[in-house]
T-cell receptor, first 109, second 116 residues
């Protein structure tokens, strides 16, 4: 299983862009990179998934360099409601998700 | 989008009681579902993989006789915490994904279990 490292916490202000980088040095060829958001007392919510290069949806972008050993979740213009824990996961063929500690993002007004 | 429903959202009961939690995939079929436990301020810990029509696969350290899992149909998995004790109090969450490769997991909203 890929060992995943991401910052424990980050602070930002409303309207700023937030970039959360995740390290997954021994990612396997068939693995995908997936990010989830979790609010207190709720289940994680899927944000974005990618394999390589750049993926963008209505809420975020995911940047993956050519070696795929890291990835960066980019949240444009965060608001107070983006305060949450963000998990980076590497998902292989079994679909089993192993959660790390996540990054606790605090957005200030 | 894929929706996973979990019920009940909160349970408070006495020590020794058995508690059943349901996890349903509302608009897709799921051969496999997953059960997690989360303690306050901690990450999700995978407890077991629920397999439709066969026995669940438990992670190391999780007692299969304590946490009974049944996956009787392609849209329903249940987790029964048997003879619950205060140390079983936690936030239990299930997930599922459509049976197509590389589909992201979708999570239920969790069940807050409090054992008095």
């Amino acid at each position: 299983l890929a060992k995943i490292t991401q910052p424990i916490s980050m602070d930002s202000y409303e309207g700023q862009e937030v970039n959360i980088t995740c390290s997954h040095n021994n990612i396997a060829t068939n693995d995908y990179i997936t990010w989830y958001q979790q609010f207190p007392s709720q289940g994680p919510r899927f944000i974005i998934q990618g394999y390589k290069t750049k993926v963008t949806n209505e809420v975020a972008s995911l940047f993956i360099p050519a070696d795929r050993k890291s990835s960066t979740l980019s949240l444009p213009r965060v608001s107070l409601s983006d305060t949450a824990v963000y998990y980076c996961l590497v998902v292989g063929g079994t679909d089993k998700l192993i959660f790390g500690t996540g990054t606790r993002l605090q957005v200030f007004p | 989008g894929a929706v996973v429903s979990q019920h009940p959202s909160r349970v408070i009961c006495k020590s020794g009681t058995s508690v059943k939690i349901e996890c349903r995939s509302l608009d897709f079929q799921a051969t496999t579902m997953f059960w997690y436990r989360q303690f306050p301020k901690q990450s999700l810990m995978l407890m077991a993989t629920s397999n439709e029509g066969s026995k669940a696969t438990y992670e190391q350290g999780v007692e299969k006789d304590k946490f009974l899992i049944n996956h009787a149909s392609l849209t329903l998995s249940t987790l029964t915490v048997t003879s619950a004790h205060p140390e079983d109090s936690s936030f239990y969450i299930c997930s599922a994904s459509p049976d197509r490769q590389h589909q992201p997991q979708h999570f239920g909203d969790g069940t807050r279990l409090s054992i008095l």
